[in-house]
């Protein structure tokens, strides 16, 4: 049997090289892989991108409210105190109106309305403002007076029907007073008989 050449150092060589390109060559394919499979898909950058954005974007901060103006409490007035009436004045001296003469033209009790009715008037004298007070007395102590504006007159100051209510029969006696700045005046007495 006939014996193989042994081999010359220059294949051998070229033997020790070839298995090195091999793997060189293997790993240069798998680092293009990964190269290619570590890239971002489409798609998902931009969402990735947004979350960030939004992540990182400051929040917006809150507008300030506006502070409530103050308001003053509303004044509470002081209680004034109410003006006290002045009091009438009173005669402290003698009275020194003119007297006048009051004369009653009519009496008598009227049974429709329950009165006792007299008329009067002023004689010789004609002024507004003053008044008229029909003041009777009857039974028991009883007493009413009824009172009502004057009127001037031709020639004389009319009280006009004065009247005034009852419910005692009996004997009534009735007079007229006439009152006003300047003049003062009574009638005389007249009976008047309530059935």
């Known amino acids: ?90 005669r402290t001296g003698p009275d020194t109106r003119q007297q006048v003469q009051v004369i009653t033209t009519y009496s008598g009790w009227q049974k429709s309305n329950g009165t006792i009715v007299v008329g009067a008037y002023v004689a010789n004298l004609v002024e507004n403002g003053g008044q008229c007070t029909v003041m009777v007395d009857g039974p028991s102590g009883a007493h009413f007076t009824s009172t009502r504006n004057a009127v001037a007159d031709a020639k004389t100051t009319a009280c006009g029907e004065l009247a005034v209510a009852v419910q005692t029969s009996g004997t009534w006696k009735a007079s007229v007073q006439y009152s006003s700045t300047n003049s003062r005046g009574t009638s005389s007495v007249v009976e008047v008989v309530v059935p």
């Open 1 to 90: 049997m006939k014996t193989p050449p042994s081999p010359t150092p220059a294949r051998r060589a070229a033997r020790a090289v070839l298995p090195l390109l091999s793997v060189g060559a293997l790993l240069a394919g798998c680092a293009a892989g990964t190269a290619q499979t570590v890239g971002p898909t489409s798609g998902g950058s931009g969402s990735s991108a947004s979350t960030a954005a939004s992540e990182s974007a400051p929040a917006d901060s809150p507008t300030p409210s506006a502070s409530p103006t103050p308001t003053r409490p509303a004044s509470t007035p002081s209680a004034s105190a109410s003006p006290t009436p002045s009091p009438t004045p009173t």
